[in-house]
């Protein structure tokens, strides 16, 4: 047998291939996950879990570099994401269809559980989710059959003025959903690592929905259907992040402080209502100069 080369075995232990990361990074999180929940009082798999994690972690770091060579060189060479990186209305088309089919599901078992609840704090969120559904449907119909000219550009600030007014009947039902939050103290309870991942995902959702709010703008040009996208796609970011702090406060709350939950909630659940309320009144106002400006073409030719 030949000797061991502890050198070349470390270099490979720190720098494991970029197809072993992704299988043990999800080991590391499953095995995190259900050490702080379904095994908490078995320590040995408490201190693997930490011992995997902390590897996994460091292994990942320890990539970096060419993880992100690996993804720069995919965006060259994959033509979907060379598209979507440059087209703005392919990326707005499939992030429509993919946030209409989570929309309209969660819609669906909103429904659900308010029949067999008899809850209206679920119909209300049926409602709410049902109402976005709406409106990318509409707006994923359009940017299909978008074409060029003014008629084309007429039939977009029609649309653009109708998600305005879908707007303002969905802060009506925001606004119910707030008032019902405060005036009852109802938040759902979740487990805290479900609370965290939460978290996780709404700040994703908020931070990709300013980004695209601010890069978009500039790429897209005079489309009122990818501006209307990127207004609702901002909302519905706002108003996860009212679900989150209830769902926050309800996890790590201890319950006494009645009087500074209400304060919280109400405060910015009045805040995100009259953000989509002022959205919404100017999309119409802005829709409206725009078809009057058409009109006034028209009786000119």
Known sequence: MGKINWKRMGVHLLFPPLWLLIPLTIAAAVLLIGGATVWAEKAVLVYTSYGLSAYALSAVCFRIPRIIRFIKRVKRENAYLVRWSRDVRYRTRLSLFGSLAFSAAYAIFQLGLALYHHSVWFFSFFVYYMLLSVMRYSLL?????????????????????????????????????????????????????????????TFYALTTAIVSFVRDRKREGNSPTLAAARVIRLASAAVSMLTLETAMLSAFGDGTDTVLWQWMTASYGTAVCGFVALAAVCMIVHAGRQLKKFREMNDHE
Do not use: D, W
Not at 147 to 160: C, F, N, S
Not at 171 to 179: D, K, W
């Open 141 to 201: 119909r359009h940017i299909r059959s978008a074409g060029a000219g003014t008629p084309a550009l007429k039939q977009e600030y029609i649309r653009y003025r109708r998600c305005a007014y879908l707007l303002l009947l969905m802060n009506v039902t925001l606004g119910g959903i707030v008032l019902y939050i405060t005036r009852f103290h109802y938040g759902i309870s979740h487990h805290a690592i479900t609370t965290i991942a939460m978290a996780a995902y």
